[in-house]
């Protein structure tokens, strides 16, 4: 799974500063990566239980990104961008009970849909202290792209290894003309490995670090660079049915976009992001809920808009009966 990205290109004032200003750009075509930082948090690599189930995840992002450059004769530019991003994930799955490799194999797709809210503005003033000023707004809501993903589990006493490979299928709503969208334009395809550790005493810690290859986009004629990412968490259980802990991400990407105006020289974007989360797991008749909710700040971004998000992670699962029933 993950999402678009808000597209400040192509547009009025967007025209007129990307050439000027790369750190108010955002590389990896806009910033609109494949992987979504934070996906993984704590318990990745647990095996879960077999059959069929469902994942709800309703996620909501605030970001923006400010520059600045001296002109001659004393003038100088300043330029922002705004995106606000609201999204419900669903995750249909089976985790099959037969062992795979030894492992536990996991099967899924994410359906996306939600609602993406941009704007860039630019101040242009004069030695003299005149001033110039422009701005745009764009707003897209729909579907967004599908999500495949696998993964195998292993289980060895207090440690669990995952292996996962997940691809970005465009089929959600996409114009390169627009400043907000809800789908990426073009497939990549992302993976790697995930681990965590239990401990008796309810201290668990897990990091998940994968590689994504972005395919070239076929209505743009651009092409992201490779991009890596590390998503870890830690927890500790404070009961059967409770526990808190932190969370965070590592975002790099790890080579050049191709297709980006050569003033840009190696444009790459990067973020990092850190904070809180609680958990919860209850039980409502034959239905057992697990609940986690928790939220990053964002810091160390380049080239890439940076604010907070939100995650409010629901997995039923059906209780079995006694006895195998």
Do not use: C
């Not at 030894?102 to 996306?112: H, I, R, S, Y």
């Not at 503005?121 to 809501?141: H, I, K, M, Q």
Request: hydrophobic share 40%; net charge neutral; aromatic share 12%.
């Amino acid at each position: 799974m993950r999402l678009h990205r808000s597209r400040a290109r192509g547009l009025g004032i967007a025209a007129l500063i990307v050439p000027l200003l790369p750190l108010g750009a955002a590389a990896d075509e806009s910033g609109a990566s494949a992987w979504l930082p934070g996906q993984f948090a704590s318990y990745a690599a647990v095996p879960g239980t077999p059959g069929f189930s469902l994942e709800a995840i309703f996620y909501g992002r605030t970001a923006s990104a400010t520059a600045g450059t001296q002109l001659p004769r004393g003038g100088r530019l300043l330029v922002g961008l705004n995106t606000s991003e609201q999204y419900l994930f669903l995750t249909p799955s089976y985790t099959f009970a037969e062992p795979v490799l030894n492992a536990q194999l996991w099967l899924g797709v994410t359906f996306a849909a939600g609602r993406a809210d941009t704007s860039v503005w630019g101040v242009l003033s004069g030695p003299a202290g005149n001033s110039f000023s422009t701005a745009s707004r764009d707003s897209a809501a729909g579907f967004s792209d599908l999500y495949p993903m696998a993964s195998l589990k292993w289980e060895f006493g207090n440690h669990n290894l995952m292996a996962y490979t997940m691809a970005s299928v465009p089929t959600g709503a996409y114009d390169p003309n627009r400043l907000a969208g809800v789908g990426l334009g073009h497939w990549a395809i992302d993976g790697g490995m995930g681990y965590t550790f239990l401990s008796q005493g309810g201290f668990e810690f897990s990091a998940t670090a994968g590689l994504t290859y972005n395919f070239v986009n076929p209505s743009t004629q651009y092409q992201s660079g490779v991009d890596g990412h590390l998503d870890f968490g830690a927890s500790y259980a404070l009961s059967d049915a409770v526990y808190v802990g932190a969370v965070g991400y590592l975002y790099n990407q790890l080579s050049d976009d191709i297709g980006a105006p050569p003033q840009l020289g190696g444009f790459r974007s990067r973020v990092a992001g850190v904070g809180p989360q609680v958990g919860w797991s209850f039980t409502i008749g034959r239905l057992a809920i697990d609940l986690n909710l928790r939220a990053y700040s964002e810091f160390a971004a380049e080239n890439r808009p940076q604010g907070w998000n939100a995650w409010l992670v629901v997995t039923p699962s059906r209780v079995k009966r006694g006895g195998g029933g």
